[in-house]
């Protein structure tokens, strides 16, 4: 079945630091490809998406490609900043349902 | 904005008591979805519920869980006699396309904190 793989965290880094969270996939289909934010205390937002091989998704300075020859969907971002700190979900959508990673927690520090 | 509302925001309930989680979604939306996350741990797949009827379940979703759209508007999660383990943020979802679409978006709500005692 379809199934999402993401890098364990905990991930702190500083402020202006380089990120990457790694996201892996596999899927029967196609699927659609998706990173969900969820900040303290808040539910799940929609952060970017791809929907086929090769799109990148990209909001808020983030960005993740769409690889199928890796089925990876890995999450960057060139300048961490302290209010992106939250946890991260990678997902993948190819029915009615949606499957999640476990999500990555990222503190950034001052 | 539109946005997919939740109610309510926490619930405590006693073990073997039945609950109902209240979910509004946009109301342009027909596919709509439940989904849970124990603390620290994923969010996982309950139900999806399209054209009045469960599209598809997970393992998850078992004989004390149900749901409904009794309206128009609202879309419920019940569950029948709840256990210690229910415990869990309840996420509802919304989309206008099925997720099969290459264009589906899943829109969450903020969630229900349900506590069983």
């Known amino acids: 079945g379809n199934s999402v793989t993401q890098m364990e965290g905990p991930v702190t880094l500083s402020e202006e630091a380089f990120l990457t969270i790694n996201c892996t996939y596999t899927?029967?289909?196609?699927?659609?490809l998706f990173w969900y934010v969820q900040y303290p205390g808040e539910g799940l937002q929609l952060l970017l998406k791809?929907?086929?091989?090769?799109d990148k998704g990209s909001n808020k300075g983030f960005e993740a490609t769409y690889r199928k020859e890796t089925t990876s969907f890995h999450l960057e971002k060139g300048s961490v900043q302290v209010s992106d700190s939250a946890v991260y979900f990678c997902?993948?959508?190819?029915?009615?349902?949606?499957?999640f990673g476990a999500g990555t927690r990222l503190t950034v520090k001052p | 904005e539109p946005e997919v509302t939740q109610t309510p925001s926490h619930q405590v309930t006693q073990m073997g008591q039945e609950v109902i989680l209240r979910c509004v979604p946009i109301?342009?939306?027909?596919?709509f979805y439940w989904y849970r996350q124990i603390l620290g741990q994923k969010v996982e797949f309950l139900v999806s519920?399209?054209?009045?009827?469960?599209?598809?379940k997970s393992e998850i979703f078992d004989d004390q869980f149900s749901v409904e759209r009794p309206d128009g508007s609202n879309f419920t999660l019940k569950i029948r006699s709840t256990k210690l383990e229910d415990s869990a943020m309840y996420f509802c979802?919304?989309?206008?396309?099925?997720?099969?679409?290459?264009?589906?978006?899943?829109?969450f709500g903020p969630g229900t904190r349900l506590t069983v005692l």
């Open positions: 979802a919304s989309s206008d396309l099925p997720g099969g679409s290459s264009y589906n978006e899943q829109f």
């Open positions: 899927a029967t289909g196609y699927p659609s």
């Open positions: 791809a929907t086929k091989a090769d």
């Open positions: 997902a993948l959508s190819d029915r009615d349902d949606m499957r």
């Open positions: 109301s342009n939306h027909l596919y």
């Open positions: 519920f399209y054209n009045n009827e469960i599209s598809e």
